[in-house]
């Protein structure tokens, strides 16, 4: 069996964030505030699988049919979306992601239906296209889709990636992704081919613990994992909720080596969720303005290291 059958095909990850820049060799997309996954499509078939390869379809029935809209067997990699006014909205997206009840799932597909958004095709009618250059797995995608509310494709500038970082930052989008036009897919792998330009920085990180700051204020405790070990790495208040706090399951002992000073009436929690901070770049090791964003269900806490 192939690559299609096996569902063996790997997301190719972003190795780092640098300044804005202009080159001929790159083209530049805007970073899409949403959830990667990648889609294997046939004829009556979609299965969206996130970076675990965990199936996603569930959460989003109502990208069950988009197979409509693509014109032979392949494997797809993008993002899904849920826009509020015309601009991605994360929260929105992450509420899905946490929906088991069927009900609630389909009441939210009606109210806040999700997009797919494509910007790489790893495989096409029988072919492997991880080895050809980004702009020719690029012109395979345009003959591949045709777009309509739930699936659209990426959109790219080439040479100019200065004026779309500040357009980006100018309407609060989250960045852009910058990637050398002759790249070929490294499937799993960091790859100096592709980098972000960033308005905020995000970073995941270990829940550890909350506190109980106010009747509706939380902070959440921060932690990272070095080998085995869960290091303190500070607490986020803004962005948490009673909502936030209830996904969460105490325990009676501190999961660090090291207590921090300044926890004394946390309450602990056991130390299997991950959650994405996004905050302001600062050249000190500590999180500026930091914000919660989410919960994520695609990286094992051992996974977050320090």
Not at 68 to 92: A, S
Not at 166 to 172: F, L, M, N, P, Q
């Amino acid at each position: 069996m192939g690559m299609f059958e096996m569902r063996a095909a790997s997301p190719m990850l972003i190795f780092e964030q640098q300044e804005a820049f202009d080159s001929p060799n790159w083209i530049y997309e805007l970073k899409m505030d949403g959830f990667r996954c990648l889609s294997y499509i046939d004829k009556n078939l979609v299965d969206l699988r996130n970076k675990r390869n965990l199936r996603m379809l569930s959460k989003f029935p109502e990208l069950q049919k988009i197979y409509h809209n693509v014109q032979q067997k392949c494997i797809l990699d993008g993002e899904i979306v849920v826009l509020r006014d015309g601009v991605p909205d994360f929260y929105l997206l992450q509420k899905r992601t946490l929906l088991t009840d069927r009900f609630k799932i389909e009441l939210e597909a009606a109210r806040h239906p999700a997009s797919y958004v494509v910007f790489d095709c790893l495989y096409r009618a029988n072919q492997d296209l991880i080895w050809e250059p980004l702009m020719q797995r690029k012109n395979e995608l345009s003959q591949l889709i045709t777009e309509s509310p739930r699936i659209a494709l990426s959109r790219y500038v080439e040479g100019t990636g200065i004026a779309l970082y500040h357009a980006a930052e100018s309407r609060k989008l989250e960045g852009v992704v910058a990637k050398q036009k002759e790249s070929i897919y490294y499937m799993g792998k960091r790859s100096k081919e592709w980098i972000k330009f960033k308005r905020m920085t995000d970073e995941d990180f270990v829940v550890a613990g909350y506190i109980q700051k106010s009747l509706h204020t939380y902070s959440i405790v921060l932690g990272k994992y070095r080998r085995s070990t869960l290091i303190y790495k500070g607490q986020v208040t803004a962005g948490v909720t009673k909502e936030v706090i209830a996904h969460l399951n105490p325990i009676k002992e501190n999961p660090f080596c090291i207590l921090p000073t300044g926890n004394e009436v946390t309450i602990w929690v056991k130390p299997n969720h991950v959650c994405i901070v996004q905050y302001m770049p600062n050249t000190k090791n500590s999180l500026r303005q930091p914000v919660f964003k989410g919960f994520r269900n695609d990286v094992l806490a051992m996974e977050v290291q320090s």
